[in-house]
């Protein structure tokens, strides 16, 4: 096309438009209206903020320009059905774009229900604050608040698309400068350089986080110098540039996609036109350079816009409204009543219910029948079931992934995986010694639909560095209103075990039982190992497997149906499986029900509910008890969140006593929150209840002779039962207050008692 003189000196002009004919007039108008609703959008909010009317806002006015710029650039070179963008909460600009060019319509207004917290908000629902975009429809990965996470999920997101098949894929993951600051920025880069994925990181710079500037934020000194170090390709541009944005974007997505490889993208020297968000002073920089007011000079200019269309800063000097300081063109005048009408629109809609927001805790679990009980000990081990279930799942789903530290080679430090690696070499891989990494990846592995991640952290103390993708993986469903699930099964080898220490002896349901949408399970025996396995591939949420190390080489429980029953055979399997490594066939329709209990014994005198290894010490002290004349009702609860809150309570009814034992300890535990719930559950019926743990030291010594005398133990088992059986339980609380001696009795005998909670003070809440 011919380009009239300029009449104007811009920073950016478009006199060089015609090395690009793919940018038509029709296309480079339809940016710059994407480019103005997206500030209206902002500038709208802003005066809101200011009335008090919305109380919370996060915005990147400034970044429309180079936002459109990238999304015109991968709309031609990117194939949308393997393409995806982990944004940051700035990139309205970019996603505005992206998603008019895939037809969706009502991004601005769906961006408009979610910061009103409209029960419309396709993306949350109303649950969550704006920018929170989630849309897989159309390529929009769930946006987190936690920065730099989203570069961990962009690398498990391209695995996957890598597992689809895809030879041309691409993932690009947003991220602010302050961001790179973040240890997601090494493990994002160290995961797409060793798995030498697709990803395009893009680094958009405005020199500030919130108020720190770079010589206080930011350790990177070089960005060119930094990706090379990964072997990441290396590109940058000028954000206020917006054919220089564009081209390229364009090399960085032909690049990644061409080679199948990670690049780096700085898009340096923005403008930050408003601060980060409504909780600092928001006023817009007028004094600052404005990249939307040039480039529609330079459309005008192009010939590609009239004068009289455009949006023009005016001669007003003073005053804060955005819409006072200037000219409103025909196209910014419509792209503002557009924005006026979404905020109409969503003023008369509903907010979130209190109802609605107690939803979407966690998908239903699957409904499968358990087989019944064969009577006869199994020949399979532990870790001989957890390579027959994961060996199923893999070959099952070519969308599975087990992914940790020394878990195909070596086959796992625990020898867990043993043998998968051989049979499934592109699903099984060794990572980093980066537990974030691991988990991040899996959970963006897992956001295909029908995917299955199994990250194994080698050593449950070491994933208390993830707790960030812990909490985002339990909340996922109900942040997203249900509409994302991901379907990851972490593997955790948990308890004390020979002298292990502090960070290889943590008992860990008392850091994660809390955490929202998560589901626990601490199998028993190799049935329950094998089948709830199972049932978590096929069950669409998270779940964490906790993996008692005293158990991994022990033969535990049931057979299951088909095993051998003759003595040689049997010797030869277990052999196999302890010291060949080998697989056992399992059967492939067994299964075991996630959140039931099983009852290992009835009872009448009182219920012990406990999990794990604690399952083989109660089964010694209540066999012991039972020679004893104590009939006690064990229950192995098996998943222990959300755990069989009905099969305690219908025990707890019959026997009126609960002892409560596991591993962990007492103060702040999952023991402490099974024994007030059966309390509230039985108020007025005098249940006696007890937690017993592992003793009140802070950490688990290394000699092994100490350790034993800290650990729950068959006889500190024992002794509790018998301690709670000591309170004699009155019929009624008024039974209680008349049958009471005048003096406390000696012993424990003799006394009647209200409802009781015997409880041994934990160091961490007394001095």
Not at 660 to 684: K, P, T, W, Y
Request: hydrophobic share 40%; aromatic share 8%.
């Amino acid at each position: 096309m011919d380009m009239p003189t300029p009449s104007k000196t811009l920073r950016f002009d478009l006199r060089d438009l015609p090395r690009f004919p793919s940018l038509t007039p029709e296309l480079l108008r339809l940016a710059y209206q994407e480019m103005l609703v997206a500030r209206c959008h902002v500038e709208r909010v802003v005066q809101e903020c200011a009335k008090g009317t919305i109380k919370f806002a996060i915005w990147g006015s400034g970044e429309e320009l180079h936002g459109a710029a990238e999304a015109l650039a991968f709309a031609e070179v990117v194939n949308p059905e393997a393409f995806g963008i982990c944004a940051h909460y700035r990139s309205a600009g970019l996603l505005a774009m992206w998603s008019r060019l895939r037809g969706y319509q009502d991004f601005h207004l769906d961006h408009m229900r979610q910061q009103l917290c409209k029960s419309t908000d396709p993306w949350t629902g109303g649950r969550l604050m704006t920018a929170h975009f989630n849309d897989l429809r159309f390529n929009t990965l769930p946006v987190q608040s936690a920065l730099g996470m989203q570069f961990g999920k962009a690398v498990g997101y391209a695995q996957g698309l890598r597992r689809k098949g895809h030879d041309d894929g691409l993932v690009v993951a947003v991220v602010g400068d302050g961001t790179t600051a973040e240890s997601d920025m090494h493990e994002g880069m160290t995961g797409a350089s060793i798995l030498r994925l697709p990803v395009l990181l893009t680094v958009t710079d405005n020199n500030v986080a919130i108020s720190v500037r770079p010589e206080d934020g930011r350790g990177i000194r070089s960005f060119e110098h930094y990706a090379a170090a990964f072997g990441f390709a290396y590109f940058e541009c000028d954000g206020n540039d917006f054919l220089g944005c564009y081209e390229t974007a364009r090399a960085a997505a032909e690049y990644c996609k061409e080679q199948q490889a990670p690049a780096l993208m700085w898009v340096k020297n923005l403008s930050r036109l408003n601060n980060h968000s409504s909780a600092a002073d928001f006023t817009f920089e007028f004094d600052s350079y404005d990249p939307l007011i040039d480039f529609g000079e330079a459309l005008v200019q192009a010939g590609v816009l009239a004068p009289h269309e455009i949006l023009r800063r005016n001669a007003i000097t003073e005053g804060k409204d955005y819409f006072r300081r200037h000219d409103w063109g025909t196209l910014a005048k419509a792209a503002d009543d557009y924005v006026v009408e979404t905020m109409a629109i969503c003023a008369t809609e509903p907010e979130p219910s209190y109802e609605s927001v107690l939803s979407d805790i966690r998908a239903p679990f699957p409904v499968v029948e358990e087989a019944p009980l064969e009577n006869r000990p199994t020949a399979i081990s532990i870790n001989g079931a957890i390579r027959s279930a994961l060996q199923a799942i893999l070959k099952a789903n070519p969308m599975s992934w087990v992914y940790g530290q020394d878990v195909a080679k070596k086959g796992g430090v625990m020898v867990a995986t043993k043998g998968l690696y051989e049979r499934y070499p592109d699903q099984v891989r060794d990572a980093p010694i980066n537990e974030p990494l691991i988990l991040g990846t899996a959970f963006g592995f897992a956001l295909h639909k029908g995917a299955t991640a199994i990250p194994e952290i080698q050593f449950s103390d070491y994933s208390l560095n993830t707790l960030h993708w812990l909490v985002l993986l339990g909340n996922q469903r109900w942040q997203s209103a249900g509409t994302v699930d991901v379907n990851v099964i972490l593997r955790l080898p948990v308890e004390p075990l020979h002298g292990g220490s502090v960070y290889h002896s943590m008992c860990m349901e008392g850091f994660y039982a809390s955490i929202p949408g998560i589901t626990i399970v601490a199998p028993t025996t190799s049935r329950d190992m094998y089948g709830l396995l199972r049932s978590a591939a096929e069950y669409p949420g998270p779940v964490l497997v906790f993996e008692s190390k005293g158990l991994y080489r022990m033969t535990l429980g049931d057979a299951f149906p088909g095993e051998p029953t003759d003595p040689k055979e049997i010797a030869a399997l277990k052999r196999s499986i302890g010291f060949g490594g080998h697989i056992p066939d399992l059967p492939d329709d067994f299964r075991v029900p996630l959140g039931k209990a099983a009852l290992r014994r009835p009872g009448k005198d009182i219920t012990v509910v406990t999990w794990g290894r604690c399952t083989l010490f109660c089964g010694e002290a209540v066999q012991k008890l039972a020679a004893e004349g104590v009939d006690v009702e064990l229950i192995d609860l098996r998943t222990i969140v959300p755990y069989d809150s009905e099969a305690i309570l219908a025990s707890v009814r019959k026997t009126g006593r609960l002892l409560v034992v596991h591993e962990d300890r007492v103060f702040a535990s999952l023991g402490r929150e099974i024994q007030g719930a059966v309390q509230e559950a039985m108020a007025g019926e005098n249940v006696i209840t007890r937690v017993l743990g592992q003793d009140p030291s802070p950490g688990i010594p290394s000699p092994i002779e100490i350790e034993e005398q800290i650990v729950v133990s068959p006889e500190k088992v024992h002794a509790a039962v018998l301690e709670v059986l000591s309170i004699r339980r009155a019929k009624s609380a008024a039974d209680s207050a008349a049958a009471a001696p005048a003096k406390p009795a000696r012993g424990g005998a003799d006394v009647f008692a209200r409802p009781q909670i015997l409880w041994t003070p934990s160091r961490n809440s007394v001095t």
